[in-house]
């Protein structure tokens, strides 16, 4: 694993190192963390402050998509929650497209690993999740934390081996959550920060995904990510704690877009496991978010029924990033013997 | 605010490196780039080249734009990185600056990178031609040969005087006066166009000069030569008789350090385009095709394989256009207010 020794194309490079750049096998997993924290979001809505984010969680360590493909890795055969999600009734009824179509593309890869994944969603979006599964060919479980009791988190807490949370909004110090404007969202699961707390605090796996600070996974660098978000320590709402969620988990994975974060795990693993299987092409992905679309789910930025994209960034730009992240696997595999 | 955009046009261009395994170095980009945005004072780079084009180029000025990288036998007609990033700054010069480019290379060069910028609506033509209309280019060949290439050089100052000189993926002198492929296989003068001259001149003339590569061995580099002494496998030491590595020693005043050089031409270009507030500047995703498509019909060839093929650098067309789809939505969205009730 790792470096990878199989040739996809060209003559053998036996009597040639394998490696350059210092055998530095840590580089496809640098550049895909540098193209999923690569912002293109409209401008007013907030901008600038994920290259900061990634950078305080990053610190002098590994790679972020790295760290989570390789523990995911370490923990083979695993019943793992993928948690997303966040229907907003008036707005986005069943939810919006950042997380619901990066949930299923690691359903997908995670299911092709050996792992058995499972879609922790509200009711609202069962049937969204339900319409996406077949287009990127995977068929996980759909749990529904609608109503969801502490009894049933217990009982979760030791059913689950791991979770990962896209873009699911996780709750500050008062217990609300939050938009990125600031606005506090009425959760339908209340207690699911309460099974990804607990199935932190047993040391089982979880890895949160987001892209503003106000979803689970933040708590990791609650304080610093408080001074970096706007309204990250002062919401404007009347519990005045700000967005910053204080769920943390044990690897978080900062993105430009949750979905990106999502995808670029899912390349992550491609490369650790030498498969060029595990990611959709974008064209598919599209397919993906056009399927969520026609069952009710929006884009969180534009709100259109009539858009098809994520976080106000179309379709076709949403294919550009899958087809860069596959072409930095590709070309990882890529043996050529070049003279000159 | 551009700033901000700005981050993630370089973001994008700068530092996500897509080399296949083989003998090239990979891992050199993001030093690379690092290198040179300490060296310029922090900004992102393509902003620091789009601003400075922005502020020197007036309209009708003339911007040479000299690119064309490769030598027979490995490649005689040029490589595909390179006349793409050419034609974007042409077209960036006329179509957004309304200023006038002149393309500089070698002769033998010449074919594939006139396909390319007028695939990007900017027709090579003749001087009185050139001089009537805009969305117009002419050609300026270097003959090679040191003595030769300075006076055609100030040949070319005196005719134009530009008040711009942006280098692409054109190679530059070490310290021996020899040029190098990545791999470290030197070239005397005698083969490659001596471009460096024009540097000289820009320096003396008060003319800007950009450098745009991503290796270490192409015009611009100069500046951290150190840096591409230490990353580059071939940086410090050549595998030609010259010994003295293959980090150019020429400097210019910008340096864009990118993971393809074509692709830092592209962000210069998107940095222009939000500026001038002109997303419709930067070039399609359907003429970045047909671009390509033209390059490689008239001769160039993908410098990774060493074949002619519709690739640059060993990556896909689709590559190229996912780039172009990405730095054009950067650049709108960068433009563009939604509001949303919550």
């Known amino acids: 694993m790792g470096c990878g020794t199989r040739s996809i194309r060209g003559p053998d490079c036996s009597e040639r190192p394998c490696e350059t750049g210092g055998g530095n096998t840590l580089l496809p997993y640098e550049n895909i963390d540098h193209l999923i924290t690569t912002e293109m979001r409209p401008h007013n809505m907030v901008q600038g402050i994920v290259p900061q984010l990634y950078k305080t969680v990053r610190g002098t360590g590994d790679p972020l998509t790295y760290r989570a493909a390789r523990a995911l890795t370490a923990h083979p055969g695993s019943r793992i929650a993928l948690i997303t999600g966040i229907p907003l009734p008036g707005h986005l009824p069943k939810g919006e497209i950042d997380g619901p179509v990066g949930t299923v593309a690691l359903a997908r890869a995670l299911s092709r690993l050996g792992h058995h994944p499972e879609v922790l969603v509200p009711d609202e979006l069962a049937s969204v999740i339900g319409v996406m599964q077949p287009v990127v060919d995977v068929s996980a479980p759909v749990v529904s934390t609608t109503g969801l009791t502490r009894g049933q988190v217990s009982q979760w807490i030791q059913r689950y081996d791991g979770a990962i949370t896209v873009e699911k909004l ?78 943390a988990t044990q690897h978080l994975l900062v993105a430009a877009v949750s979905n990106f974060g999502a995808y670029g795990l899912v390349s992550a693993l491609s490369v650790l496991h030498e498969r060029q299987d595990l990611l959709p092409d974008g064209e598919t992905i599209v397919r ?44 990882w595999f890529t043996l050529f013997d070049r003279h000159f | 605010m551009p700033l901000i955009v700005a981050e993630h046009i370089d973001r994008l261009v700068c530092t996500v490196e897509m080399r296949f395994r083989s003998g090239l170095p990979r891992g050199v980009t993001v030093p690379l780039y690092e290198a040179a945005r300490r060296a310029q004072g922090g900004q992102p780079l393509a902003y620091l080249a789009a601003t400075a084009l922005r502020e020197r180029v007036r309209a009708e000025s003339h911007v040479l734009v000299v690119t064309g990288a490769g030598a027979p036998p490995g490649l005689p007609r040029s490589e595909t990185d390179g006349p793409p990033g050419a034609a974007a700054i042409a077209r960036a010069v006329d179509w957004g600056l309304g200023a006038k480019p002149v393309i500089v290379t070698e002769a033998r060069h010449a074919a594939p990178i006139v396909a390319a910028v007028e695939a990007l609506g900017v027709a090579v033509v003749e001087p009185e031609v050139f001089r009537g209309r805009g969305h117009t280019a002419v050609l300026e060949t270097l003959p090679t040969g040191l003595e030769a290439d300075r006076i055609r050089a100030a040949e070319i100052f005196e005719r134009y005087q530009p008040a711009a000189a942006v280098f692409i993926e054109k190679g530059g002198p070490n310290e021996a006066g020899m040029y190098h492929s990545i791999m470290g296989i030197g070239r005397g003068p005698d083969v490659m166009a001596n471009a460096f001259h024009i540097v000289d001149l820009s320096r003396q003339r008060q003319c800007l000069t950009i450098g745009i590569g991503d290796g270490g061995n192409e015009i611009g580099f100069g500046m951290i ?89 060993g990556t896909w067309p689709r590559t190229q256009e996912a780039v172009i789809t990405m730095l054009r939505n950067i650049v709108v969205n960068g433009l563009t207010d939604y509001t949303r009730g919550f």
């Open chain 1, 170 to 247: 996780g709750r500050n110090r008062k217990g609300v959550r939050h938009s990125i404007m600031g606005t506090p969202i009425p959760p339908s699961d209340e207690p699911v920060d309460d099974l990804v707390d607990g199935l932190t605090q047993e040391g089982k796996l979880t890895i949160g995904i987001g892209d503003g600070g106000n979803e689970m996974g933040f708590g990791k660098i609650f304080h610093l990510a408080r001074e970096i978000v706007p309204r990250g320590a002062a919401c404007g709402c009347p519990c005045a704690d700000g967005i910053v969620t204080s769920t």
């Open chain 2, 225 to 313: 030569r150190d840096t591409v002494q230490e990353v580059q496998p071939y940086g410090l030491r050549c595998q030609c008789p010259c010994e003295k590595g293959i980090a150019t020693v020429t400097t210019t005043d910008v340096l864009v350090a990118a993971s393809i050089s074509n692709w830092g031409a592209y962000g210069i270009s998107a940095c222009l385009s939000l500026l001038l507030n002109r997303p419709d500047m930067l070039q399609t995703e359907e003429m970045e095709r047909v671009m390509l498509e033209r390059c490689v019909a008239a001769g160039g060839e993908d410098g990774a394989y060493g074949a002619p093929l519709l690739m640059v650098d």
């Open chain 1, 288 to 331: 993906t978010i056009e399927a969520s679309v026609s069952e009710g789910c929006l884009d969180g930025a534009r709100v259109d029924p009539t858009f098809i994209g994520d976080d106000g960034i179309p379709g076709t730009a949403i294919a550009a990033v899958v087809t860069l992240l596959r072409t930095i696997v590709t070309q």
